[in-house]
């Protein structure tokens, strides 16, 4: 079965720094996608950052980057510069080709950005 | 372009009321289609997805029942409500075929049951 890891249930950052939200999966499926998704308090879904399994290089959307470690089963985001908008829960979640090709999600990472 | 739309946006009913929730894709075809229910603070919990018309399969048995009426139609629906069925609910479609192709997901209903 496919499962997806977040082991950081709460995160601080000060703002324009850096910060990690961790994210490990388990799955058999020898090709899947891991997407992170941001979740802000008004609760839509936004699509941040996407990186296929059998990608050379990790991914990079503006100020966010998925530091993917295959052999490790990791796939961590990374967004630099904080910002307060960033502030929100985030998501992690994996989608393979073998169970039904539903997405599998974390439970979240929520992120605070302190001033 | 596809857009995604969920209404309504917030909704207070009272304990044993019916509900029917809607959510219609445009832009598209043949969508994979989901519903999803979040409690506050918490993580995603898979209710219900459709593959194709008629086409419904369900994630966790409760009080909920979805349908697909039209290709790009997806309701959620409940003869008579629970407290615990208080909650966020969110469609979501995407397309089939590859891992690629993520979710795209509508803006949500906030649904208190009082």
């Known amino acids: 079965a496919q499962k997806i890891t977040q082991t950081q249930p709460g995160m601080f950052v000060q703002e324009k720094e850096a910060v990690t939200l961790d994210c490990t999966y388990d799955t058999s499926d020898p090709s899947y996608g891991l997407f992170w998704y941001k979740q802000p308090s008004s609760g839509e879904m936004i699509f941040l950052i996407y990186q296929g399994s059998y990608d050379q290089q990790n991914a990079t959307e503006g100020r966010y980057s998925l530091n993917f470690q295959k052999a490790r089963k990791s796939a961590n985001l990374v967004i630099s510069a904080s910002q307060l908008g960033d502030s929100a829960m985030y998501f992690c979640?994996?989608?393979?080709?073998?169970?039904?090709?539903?997405?599998?999600f974390g439970p979240g990472t929520r992120l605070s950005v302190l001033p | 372009s596809q857009t995604i739309h969920q209404w309504p946006a917030t909704l207070v009913q009272p304990v044993g009321s019916p509900l029917s929730l809607e959510c219609t894709v445009e832009?598209?075809?043949?969508?994979?289609l989901y519903w999803y229910r979040q409690a506050a603070g918490r993580g995603l919990q898979l209710l219900f997805y459709?593959?194709?018309?008629?086409?419904i399969s369900s994630e966790v048995p409760q009080n909920l029942s979805a349908s697909r009426p039209q290709d790009r139609q997806f309701i959620l629906s409940s003869k008579k409500l629970l407290l615990s069925d208080s909650g966020f609910y969110l469609c979501?479609?995407?397309?089939?075929?590859?891992?690629?192709?993520?979710?795209?997901f509508g803006s949500g209903t906030r649904l208190t049951v009082v």
């Open positions: 832009g598209t075809s043949n969508p994979n």
């Open positions: 979640a994996m989608r393979g080709l073998l169970y039904g090709q539903n997405f599998v």
């Open positions: 979501a479609w995407t397309l089939r075929g590859g891992q690629g192709y993520g979710y795209t």
């Open positions: 459709s593959v194709g018309i008629g086409q």
